[in-house]
């Protein structure tokens, strides 16, 4: 079992950079799978990156590719979330997740998931 911390959110204008972190508990965590995923009021938490166990693979949704960047540090059980050029599209709340293997572009597919932080981008 895992236990995920977010952190890093905040206000910013758009066009602005934020960076949010994501400490895992536990001596497991480079055996996971881990992503993150936003959810804006009123819809449904959507996918937003995912990075494999060591992380040498990545994958982004359409709407973060070339903006957003996923890394993890296994020595630390961290993963983070740079995120540059910041639209007000993307305010939401910040979830990162965890899981095995396997798919990993939906909600469902995970099995661990932090409290999420608020990210809010002003025009």
């Known amino acids: 079992q895992v236990q995920l911390v977010e952190s890093g959110g905040g206000l910013v204008q758009a066009g602005g950079s934020l960076g949010l972190s994501c400490a895992a508990s536990g001596r497991t965590f480079s055996t996971y799978l881990m992503g993150w995923f936003r959810q804006a009021p009123g819809k449904e938490r959507k996918f937003v990156a995912a990075?494999?166990?060591?992380?040498?693979?990545?994958d982004y949704a359409d709407s973060v590719k070339g903006r957003f960047t996923i890394s993890r540090d296994n020595a630390k059980n961290t993963v983070y979330l740079q995120m540059n050029s910041l639209k007000p599209e993307d305010t939401a709340v910040y979830y990162c997740?965890?899981?095995?293997?396997?798919?990993?572009?939906?909600?469902?597919?995970?099995?661990?998931w932090g409290q999420g932080t608020q990210v809010t981008v002003s025009s």
């Open positions: 997740a965890a899981k095995a293997s396997g798919y990993y572009l939906r909600a469902n597919d995970y099995n661990y």
């Open positions: 990075i494999n166990r060591n992380g040498g693979v990545t």
